[in-house]
């Protein structure tokens, strides 16, 4: 029911920035969570940041904690992902996704509504 659409991949050097956007068709309850995951080729798809819609509650892997930033526009239906200090590892396709339990939040099975996906690549 909910379409999402994911926008703002490309292809940068090491130590450089991307903003991701996730536009939703409608907004969510307010214990709805949206999320970001990456995937990798060979790779299982693996969390990157969470923000409950409602009172912007976020919750980040180690791995990109202190570099991305996740944020939303409410009257946009729009989720962000800031990506500073860009690392090669970084390097995958980026998808939002949408959790109606409010739980769970870095794991991939709570997400019931995924974007198509939009590809970073950070070279070294």
């Known amino acids: 029911q909910v379409q999402l659409v994911e926008s703002g991949g490309g292809s940068v050097q090491a130590g450089g920035s991307l903003r991701l956007s996730c536009a939703a068709s409608e907004s969510t309850f307010s214990n709805y969570v949206m999320g970001w995951f990456r995937q990798a080729p060979g790779k299982e798809r693996e969390f990157v940041a969470a923000?409950?819609?409602?009172?912007?509650?976020?919750s980040y892997a180690d791995s990109v904690k202190g570099r991305f930033t996740i944020s939303r526009d409410n009257a946009k239906n729009t989720v962000y992902l800031q990506m500073n200090s860009l690392k090669p590892e970084d390097t995958a396709v980026y998808y939002c996704?949408?959790?109606?339990?409010?739980?769970?939040?870095?794991?991939?099975?709570?997400?019931?509504?995924w974007g198509q996906g939009t590809q970073v690549t950070v070279s070294s």
């Open positions: 923000i409950r819609w409602s009172g912007g509650s976020t």
């Open positions: 996704g949408t959790n109606f339990y409010g739980s769970g939040w870095s794991n991939v099975h709570q997400y019931r509504y």
